[in-house]
């Protein structure tokens, strides 16, 4: 079943009309601002294999924008401008743009900050976007079961992206770290991996992880670790992988940090399915200039892996 969806259309409507089956509901969404009420969110929680695109295959002519988070509306799964639930099974996202206008006003004991643009909240199906947006600040993409990232960008400044996964792969995609609305002297973290136990977590392919000059005495960092990670936990584990990714030079070079071992990280190294590891790394530099990562800065935790772990990992990975 195919819709056209216009700004000023109501796709929550639309999810309520729907009712749940096989067939497939491919939804095309007119270029233009489709906008969503304060503190709105949409919820799609069908079986229906779903194909959310722009119908002009311009990402950035095309944005659905909204306004949620924590303090509107508690818990993961209610804070996103778009949430995938527990029944859905395969969702394909093409050429448009997520966005979250959230803006944080003070500390995040104070307000919920949290704010993602997507979430996908369900641990046995398939999310596969390709040439997406996604825009926020904390929390950006959340996501369980297996995702793929095709040629994405997203930005934040916070854990932007996060999650229960099992494996979420994030092949040329552009990372992005942008300056803290309430000052730069805070930290910024692209990832916060709660991957499921012995799985590869957050595997990125040839990605690029940019960011905002946040000053001389900024930390940057790809990864942080949640902290309850365990042998025998069913999830919380800190496996992220960079594969011949391109890391901009204003991120640490430990690249990992455990927050001066406030925080525990499990596994404790890095290996070639699971933990903080890389391969390859190359470091992009402001006059332009492309180097080496040097491995000896990399974090305790992290791992470098051969060209045999490369292998094995990519074999492990699932397929679309």
Known sequence: MKYHVKPGDSLA?????????????????ADGTHEGLVHNRLFYNLPNP???????????????R??????????????????????????????FTIENTHVKTCDDASLGNQAEAICFHCQTGNLLCEGMNFISRQ???????????????????????????????????????????????????????????G????????????????GKNAKLYIGRSQGTGK?????????IALVNCTVSEL?????WTDENGTRAVFPEKGSALVGWRQFGTKIA????????????????????????????????????
């Open 50 to 64: 779903l194909v959310i695109e722009s119908a002009s295959g311009n990402k950035e002519s095309c944005v659905l």
């Open 13 to 29: 409507h639309l999810f309520a009309r729907i009712s749940p089956s096989e067939e497939q509901i491919h939804i095309l969404l």
């Open 199 to 214: 799985k590869p977590g957050f595997v990125f392919i040839q990605c690029e992880f940019t960011a905002e000059n946040r």
């Open 231 to 239: 042998p025998d936990s069913v999830d919380r584990w800190d496996s």
């Open 251 to 255: 991120y640490d070079a430990a690249l």
């Open 139 to 197: 929390d950006t993409i959340h996501v369980k079961g297996n995702s793929f990232f095709t040629n994405c960008f997203v930005s934040g400044d916070v854990d932007f992206i996060w999650g229960y996964c099992d494996t979420a792969v994030f092949k040329n995609c552009v990372l992005h770290t942008r300056s803290d609305n309430r000052g730069n002297d805070r930290p910024a973290y692209v990832l916060q991996s709660r991957a499921l136990n």
């Open 285 to 320: 530099h402001a006059d332009g200039r492309i180097s080496d990562y040097d491995s000896s800065y990399q974090e305790r935790h992290g791992y470098t892996m051969s060209e045999t772990d490369v292998k094995e990992l990519l074999d492990a990975l699932p397929k679309k």
């Open 66 to 95: 909204s306004e949620n988070c924590e303090a509107y509306h508690k818990d993961t799964e209610n804070r996103a401008v778009l949430t995938f639930g527990e029944q859905c099974t395969t969702v394909t996202l093409r050429n």
